[in-house]
């Protein structure tokens, strides 16, 4: 069963950085692409970035194209997500997931797609 579990989030100032992380501790995902996803209050879950099973092709929200980068590490089980230059608008709960069909070699960035969830971190940037 995959049981993906995220980590990082925490209370940054405008202009800061994070590191989220996503370990898969039930079930290896390295033939699968992965994706972040974020929630703000009030407002439905929103594609963030994604990135393909071999880590070869990224896909990005206009939002957070040049701050963010998703990365992987299939030797860990672990997709990263690198947030730069964090803004207020960026504060929310952020969620890993895994795509359900294997060896996808563009990452997709349709919500309905993804069918295992983590639990989620939240990001909160203050001004």
């Known amino acids: 069963q995959v049981q993906l579990v995220e980590s990082g989030g925490g209370l940054v100032q405008a202009g800061d950085s994070l590191r989220l992380s996503c370990a898969d501790s039930g079930r290896t995902f390295s033939r699968n692409a992965l994706g972040w996803f974020r929630q703000a209050p009030g407002k439905e879950r929103a594609f963030v970035a994604a990135?393909?099973?071999?880590?070869?092709?990224?896909n990005y929200a206009d939002s957070v194209k040049g701050r963010f980068t998703i990365s992987r590490d299939n030797a860990k089980n672990t997709v990263y997500l690198r947030m730069n230059s964090l803004e207020p608008e960026d504060t929310a709960v952020y969620y890993c997931?895994?795509?359900?069909?294997?060896?996808?070699?563009?990452?997709?960035?349709?919500?309905?797609?993804?069918?295992?969830w983590g639990m989620g971190t939240q990001v909160t940037v203050s001004s």
């Open positions: 990135i393909s099973w071999s880590g070869g092709s990224s």
């Open positions: 997931a895994a795509d359900s069909q294997r060896y996808r070699t563009s990452p997709t960035s349709n919500f309905g797609e993804y069918d295992y």
